[in-house]
């Protein structure tokens, strides 16, 4: 994002050296004011008072009430306090220096965390549902609600049917937003449907971009917000498939959870986003209000502080109302410090595989048979080879040979490529773009190869043409295939779905990867979940590909990214919230987080696309087990004060603290990162002088819980724990502990970050947490 804007404030800054300033450009900001004193409910006047206090202050700098009206498209009145606003960038800096204003900044833009493929994750065996499910203990997630920030919704979509559910909770005060007659309609499972653009439209307006007002509802022309919802709340739906595969009952994982839909998400504007902050907060902060529990946002941008991160202000709020916020990694990985929403009251979600894939073999003319993936709905004849070409081979003479490799428009010549099987490299478009390429160009088939830093994920999209998704080692198997004979053939088998795969999970090369570049010492994403190939609800105003040459419309897709494995943990988070309801957001996060497993179903370590082993840098404390997770035996407790002891543990000054509280806080003395209560340990500058942290843990299992530690060093690490066991004799009650971490020899130090594990186990919980340490914070080494 930060490399988008740049050029826009260049430019902006050339045009008021060299024009008059009278010309001067209006942007859309977000001017905050922090919390509101209270978390109650607001009243109505309340309500009003705060925002004619909004046109008061903005009135006052640029001339009147109206003005301010004029300029003001979001006041923030319950749970945020402050207004989005069009301002000039003097305008903007001189709101700022106001008393009452704790920060102003941009309305940006954010991407949603896809990449396009599918696939699904259930808390069943075999299509029964065993006794510890967490299912059963949870009543299947009933009655939480689970409010989504995406593309909106496609209601009709058989995931949002009602049907068996009791009448909607009575805390609940949102709204069914239903405008320009798009049928838009709620029920007893969707019970919210809302809409945010203003932020959006201020945007386009400031940048002479035309938007289509006609789209302006809730309705989801997208596909991506449905498919979310669906995955953190939709119904059981018997007889889900893709173009016929993965055929099975669709749910979410709280089925009988409520959703609501708060659309934020709208088509990706040039220069700008698709999700804008000044949305975003709007939506959060009404949200709050609606009463919902659980919040999912499968959206983010690049890394920022956190008083600059609309994200992490507006979900501060909602921590401090009690309701737990769970958002994606990103999909900028495999490379290190790539991860986002890294604040510490975010739960932060990465992607990997499960244990289903959709192959489809490549054979070569040399007898060679290499396993791919695809969702392709029609296939080559299986009997017969076809002509193969690298794409590099079947360039345009007006092309470069890199773009054609990459299969990119106007870089293939028909003439080349017309009845063959096109061979393109992954890369700068869409997967199901270059399939689209390949079919205009005339291809009966693709093979889509992976580059090198993909590693061997691939991913099962539903092409347009026959077409399978292969790894880095099998595309090289290709690429020599063609150079080594005069004419290569070869063929690509139709779609068969595998159950029990193995290994599983593995990390999805694109999750994005810690270290947390602004605060080392969290560790982030916090945890993992199925993100690869997921099937759940979709779109029907769309085609599966997006492409608007493709007419095909699914009732049911599959789309790949930590955008899809994101809702899987709100959904679970939802259960822990039903069998919790007194929990507080870290206590539900800590129960997920430190019963998840770091070992895949070879019981061998989670693995990297790369087949080599991932660390917690990759997957936090490792991939979520719901069914561990309603029974954790110990939690790792955080309140509100605590949040804002670590943001004055970074630093944070009065004022900077005034964004997110109200109220005075005092800084304890002394305070550092390592004795923030967070579930995983981080030391992100271990040196000659050893560090100690304290955590403290509270009783949740059972009345008398005699616990044992247990420690698994990182490398070249000393860790020693005091006390090494901890009697409980009540429920709530809470004791602490402190693990000193030395390096073994104090002349070292640890370029790179190693890692270990700290364990409490009562016989029957294992309240797992990672230790991930450095010498030289998140300056890592690209692996
Ligand atoms: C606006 O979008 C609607 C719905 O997708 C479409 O039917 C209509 O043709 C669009 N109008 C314009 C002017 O693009
Ligand atoms: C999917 O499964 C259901 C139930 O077993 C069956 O009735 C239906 O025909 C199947 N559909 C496909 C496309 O295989
Ligand atoms: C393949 O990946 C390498 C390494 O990231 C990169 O330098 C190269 O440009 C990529 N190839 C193409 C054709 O994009
Ligand atoms: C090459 O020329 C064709 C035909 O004129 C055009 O459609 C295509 O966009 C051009 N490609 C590039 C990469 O310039
Ligand atoms: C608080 O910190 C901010 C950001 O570092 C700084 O701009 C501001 O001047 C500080 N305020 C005070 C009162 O020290």
């Known amino acids: 994002m930060g490399l988008l804007i740049l050029p826009l404030l260049l430019s902006f800054v050339f045009f008021c050296l060299f024009q008059t300033p009278a010309l001067a450009v209006k942007k859309s900001y977000i001017v905050y004011m922090g919390g509101h004193s209270t978390v109650l409910e607001p009243s109505f006047a309340d309500v009003k008072a705060v925002t004619n206090s909004h046109y008061n202050l903005l009135g006052s700098l640029l001339g009147s009430d109206q003005k301010a009206q004029d300029a003001i ?18 305008e903007a800096a ?17 991407k949603l965390h896809t990449t396009r493929s599918w696939d699904f994750m259930g808390l069943e065996r075999n299509g029964a549902i065993p006794a510890d499910s967490a299912w059963n203990v949870a009543r299947f997630g009933e009655n939480t609600i689970i409010a989504n920030f995406d593309t909106g919704v496609w209601p009709e979509s058989e995931s949002f049917n009602d049907e068996g559910m009791g009448p909607i909770p009575s805390k609940w005060r949102g709204v069914c937003q239903s405008e320009n007659n798009d049928g838009v309609r709620c029920n007893r499972k969707l019970i919210g449907i809302r809409y945010f653009n203003k932020g959006y439209v201020a945007f386009a307006a400031n940048n002479n971009i035309q938007l289509n007002a006609s789209t302006f509802t809730a309705r989801d ?22 173009l016929g595969f993965g055929n099975g009952t669709a749910k979410g994982g709280s089925p009988k959870a409520r959703v ?24 959060i902060d009404v949200a709050i209000a609606d009463g919902v529990d659980v919040m999912s946002l499968s959206v983010g941008s690049g890394p920022r502080d956190f008083f600059h991160d609309a994200i992490a202000l507006g979900t501060f709020q909602a921590i401090r109302n009690g309701i737990t916020v769970v958002a994606s990694a990103g999909n900028e990985g495999p490379g290190p410090g790539t991860v986002t929403n890294l604040a510490p009251w975010i739960f932060t979600v990465g992607a990997s595989t499960m244990d289903r894939e959709f192959a489809s073999y490549v054979s070569l003319g040399n007898k060679m048979h290499l396993k791919g993936s695809s969702l392709s709905g029609t296939a080559l004849p299986s009997d017969k080879l076809f002509p193969l070409t ?4 079947a360039k345009a003479a007006n092309a ?36 689209y390429q390949a079919h205009l160009a005339g291809a009966v088939g693709m093979i889509l190869a992976n580059n090198v830093s993909d590693g061997n994920g691939v991913l099962a999209d539903a092409h347009l043409l026959p077409a399978s998704h292969i790894g880095y080692t099998e595309g090289q198997h290709v690429f020599a295939y063609i150079r080594s004979t005069k004419n290569p053939v070869g063929s690509i088998s139709p779609v068969m779905t595998q159950l029990d795969t193995k290994p599983a999970p593995i990390m999805a090369s694109f999750s994005s990867v810690g270290p947390n570049i602004i605060e080392p010492a969290i560790l982030k994403p916090d945890i993992t979940a ?10 029907e105003a769309v085609s599966p590909t997006e492409i608007e040459f493709d007419k095909r419309r699914v009732p049911f897709n599959t789309l790949s990214g930590t955008s899809m494995s994101c809702p899987h943990v709100s959904g679970i988070v939802g259960l822990v919230k039903t069998v919790h309801p007194s929990w507080s957001p870290a206590a539900i996060k800590s129960a997920i987080m430190t019963t998840a497993k770091t070992r895949d179903n070879d019981k061998q370590p989670i693995r990297d696309s790369s087949s080599l082993k991932a660390t917690p840098i990759d997957y936090g404390a490792g991939h979520v087990q719901p069914n561990r997770a309603v029974d954790p035996g110990l939690v790792y407790d955080l309140t509100v004060d605590d949040y804002l002891n670590f943001l004055c543990a970074r630093g944070y000054n009065q004022t900077l603290l005034r964004l997110f509280t109200d109220k005075p806080h005092v800084c304890p003395k002394p305070f550092g990162l390592e004795n923030f209560n967070y579930p995983s340990i981080t030391v992100p500058t271990l040196l000659a002088n050893p560090v100690t942290v304290t955590r403290t843990v509270t009783n949740v299992g059972s009345a008398n819980g005699a616990y044992k530690v247990s420690v ?21 009650e809470k004791k602490s502990f402190k693990a000193t971490l030395k390096l073994k020899s104090s002349a070292s130090k640890i370029e790179d970050y190693v890692f270990g594990q700290l364990v409490w186990s009562d016989g029957k919980h294992v309240v797992r947490s990672p230790v991930a340490v450095s010498s030289t914070g998140n300056q890592v080494k690209i692996r």
């Open 94 to 110: 001189e709101i700022a220096t106001n008393p009452n204003v704790v920060s102003v900044f941009l309305n940006q833009g954010r």
């Open 73 to 90: 498209f979001y006041s923030y009145q319950r749970y945020i306090n402050g207004f989005a606003a069009n301002l000039e960038e003097g």
């Open 712 to 732: 698994k060093e990182p490398r070249g690490v000393m860790v020693s724990v005091e006390p090494t066991s901890l009697d409980f004799k009540s429920i709530g």
């Open 221 to 242: 022309h997208g596909g991506h917000g449905t498919h979310t919802l669906s995955t953190a709340g939709g119904s059981f739906v018997p007889g889900a498939n893709v």
């Open 260 to 283: 609501a839909a708060y659309k934020v998400c709208w088509p990706a504007l040039v220069g700008g986003g698709e999700c804008f902050d000044a949305d975003i907060m709007a939506a």
């Open 400 to 435: 470069s040979a890199d773009d054609a490799l990459l299969c990119q428009a106007g870089s293939l010549d028909p003439t080349k490529v017309k009845g063959k099987i096109l061979v393109c490299l992954r890369g700068l478009s869409a997967r199901v773009e270059k399939g």
């Open 390 to 393: 690298s794409a590099a081979d």
């Open 530 to 539: 199925p993100g690869v190939s997921v099937i759940a609800a979709y779109s």
